[in-house]
């Protein structure tokens, strides 16, 4: 795939949402009521991880680098004196005062501030892959407990409607019209109904709470999710627009701003070919005997420069290995690119075929299910019917609705990893503003 355009490459995931993570609104209390649609549980996993904050600590690492980068070495104060004393003592001495400071000979400290900034925009990138990994992991978790939570109401309702037949049974025993053996088998029918309500309602219990965990919010809160896993009525695209995709991707961005690092860390590593000059300023004192007249005091002022001459050492080793990081860099773009178009054409054709199973499974299967029953339980009310007919009938809508819900509940699936893979979420945003 061609490279993108240099505005393109310039760009970078601004985590705008940092600063609100840290010191935005009001945590959750415990007890507390939490209504959310899977974008809003997203959006509060933002605010709320414990590790997404930690991880917002090395874009400000950072920029404390960018910040304090690009300065000259601290400048060094030289002190010296001698004396005759130990020689012939004619009280001749000498000190000197000196000031030395190492200036570049080339644009190394402009090239250092460069590496940074783009150090900068890779720390960004690295919080906002992070923040669409814990995205898909809520968007999953909220899939999973609206499909437990409409298993629970298919159960209900099953339960419900067992009841009904078992009193009608019993009004049956006492005309004498059946036997207490069907009556019997109905309420065992009923306890089984109940135990796998039970059963849904401890998944659900547990899936609650690993999502409380997921999105930062107390273990005693209650969180209600809003939506339903129902499937939407016109059939989901197959083909993905891969420009847009890619532009979403933290891990994309990231990659192209490590090729935009990796070249800054060659012109660095290029600008180290020669090193520091260092330039001197120093006063010096003498006293001295000078005959015929005595002891004489003089005292002199200069300025020395010291260059290093880059005969055997120019820096190679670093400038070959930032080459080699260099195409390291426009290898790993490659590698993101191909791996991203794999992912989203196996997501969309997967969500799709889905999407076709879920249909079939909520049609008319399930139409002629539910007709089934309503035709035994009326069968049976006019003694044409058996109660085993009946139960059967029972069983087999439990799991054409059972299985209308799984279907719908893989689409729903594969539409959570349609999200992941594409980065569609809201707090992820991209900028093709180049970086100053």
């Known amino acids: 795939m061609p490279r993108l355009s240099t505005s393109t490459r310039w760009s970078a995931f601004l985590i705008a949402a940092i600063s609100a993570s840290l ?7 415990a007890d507390d009521e939490v209504s959310l649609s899977r974008e809003e549980a997203v959006r509060l ?9 930690i991880a917002a600590l090395e874009v400000e690492r950072a920029a404390s ?34 000031f030395s400071q190492r200036f570049p000979l080339t644009s190394k400290l402009r090239r250092e501030k460069d590496v940074r900034r783009h150090q900068v925009i890779l720390a960004e ?13 809520v968007d999953l978790a909220v899939v999973e ?15 419900e409607l067992n009841r009904e037949i078992l009193e009608f049974l019993r009004d049956q025993v006492k005309r004498g019209e059946v036997s207490a053996l069907e009556v019997t088998q109905a309420t065992l029918n009923g306890r089984t109904m109940e135990q796998q309500v039970a059963s849904l309602l401890a998944r659900e219990t547990q899936q609650r709470l690993a999502l409380n965990q997921t999105i930062g919010v107390d273990a005693t809160t209650a969180v209600n999710i809003k939506g339903s896993p129902r499937l939407p009525e016109s059939p989901p695209p197959t083909e993905a627009n891969l420009r847009e995709i890619l532009s979403r991707r933290p891990d994309h961005v990231l990659a192209l701003a490590k090729i935009d690092e990796a070249e800054a860390g060659v012109a660095l590593e290029e600008a180290k070919r020669w090193e520091d000059v260092s330039v001197r300023f120093f006063v010096e004192g003498e006293n001295a005997v000078d005959d015929p007249g005595g002891l004489e005091r003089n005292t002199f002022a200069g300025v020395g420069i010291s260059i290093p001459l880059p005969l055997r050492r120019r820096n190679q080793e670093g400038i070959d290995r930032a080459r080699i990081d260099r195409e390291a860099a426009g290898r790993g773009v490659d590698s993101v ?3 991203i178009r794999s992912e989203a054409e196996e997501a969309y054709r997967q969500r799709r075929d889905a999407w076709d199973l879920a249909r ?27 109660l085993l ?38 707090g992820l945003v991209v900028s093709s503003v180049p970086p100053k």
Do not use: M
Not at 45 to 53: D, K, S, V, W, Y
Not at 77 to 84: M, Q, R
Not at 363 to 383: H, M, P, S, T, V
């Open 125 to 137: 990138a690295e919080v906002a892959e992070r923040r669409r990994e814990l995205a898909g992991k």
């Open 145 to 159: 407990l609206l499909a437990t939570r409409e298993r629970i109401r298919l159960q209900r309702q099953l339960a």
């Open 65 to 98: 680098r960018l910040r304090w980068s690009g300065r000259l070495d601290n400048p060094e104060l030289e002190l010296s004196a001698s004396s005759d004393a130990v020689g012939l003592g004619d009280d001749e001495s000498t000190y000197e005062v000196a």
């Open 337 to 339: 690119q191909f791996e």
């Open 389 to 426: 007919q009946v139960q059967r009938a029972q069983e087999q809508i439990l799991e054409v609705r059972d299985a209308a819900i799984g279907f719908a509940t893989d689409y729903h699936r594969a539409d959570a990893r349609v999200r992941f893979v594409t980065g569609d979420y809201p």
């Open 23 to 29: 010191c935005g609104s009001a945590a959750v209390r």
């Open 45 to 53: 996993a933002f605010r709320n991880n414990r590790e997404l904050g």
């Open 360 to 386: 079939e499974a909520s049609g008319d299967i399930l139409g002629l299910a539910e007709q089934n029953l309503e035709e035994f339980r009326k069968a049976y009310q006019e003694g044409q019917a058996s």
